[in-house]
């Protein structure tokens, strides 16, 4: 069985580089760094930010066509590339997805339960694996199950609203149907004889 890569949770922040110049003195600079955590690890990955983007190119160019990853990393590698960007702009990092804190089905500690292995939205949650679930620890099945059950509704309410839009609008469709036949003029059938 193949297993899709999972997007991972990436944060980007600016840290402080110290380097040495010729005549050791210290010089400082703002590096932007990657913060990588893959998909239900606690574990933390840091790279250079532009460093990590390119790496991400590189997989999607050279693992070629047949492994399905690749496509994945040139996905991931758009996505980051434009986090990166609003970041280096002062844009806030949005998470794609609705998030956790949102739901008032989850108590603080389930949300931060969630958030310890970097699990932000009910999206990410619905399909996080065994590992993530093992990470989270106690309970982190009925977590999954809960945004399972929560998204299914919210798909369930989705359809309910746009079976209702479309029986408005088959109704209102009828009544000009209606208001047509009522203006057209009834022709006389002659009797057959």
């Not at 990410?124 to 620890?137: D, F, I």
Request: glycine fraction near 4%; hydrophobic fraction near 40%; charge should be negative.
């Amino acid at each position: 069985m193949i297993v899709a890569a999972k997007l991972p949770y990436v944060r980007f922040e600016t840290e402080v580089e110290v380097t040495k110049d010729l005549d050791g003195h210290n010089q400082y600079r703002n590096v932007i760094m990657a913060h990588i955590t893959p998909a239900g690890s606690k574990d933390e990955i840091v790279k250079l930010a532009d460093e990590w983007i390119v790496q991400l190119m590189d997989k999607s160019q050279t693992r070629g066509p047949f492994d399905s990853a690749a496509n994945e990393y040139e996905d991931w590698h758009k996505r980051f590339s434009k986090m990166l960007d609003a970041y280096k702009d002062g844009v806030d990092m949005a998470t794609d997805g609705t998030p956790i804190r949102a739901s008032l089905a989850f108590s603080p500690a389930e949300v931060a339960q969630c958030e310890s292995v970097k699990i932000f939205t009910l999206e990410a949650l619905a399909v996080c694996n065994e590992q993530a679930m093992n990470n989270m620890g106690m309970g982190g099945r009925t977590l999954k199950q809960k945004a399972e059950k929560i998204l299914e509704n919210f798909a369930g309410s989705k359809v309910a609203e746009e079976n209702t839009a479309l029986k408005a609008k088959l109704e209102a469709m009828q009544e000009q149907l209606d208001k047509l036949m009522a203006n057209q003029p009834e022709k006389k059938r002659k009797p057959k004889e």
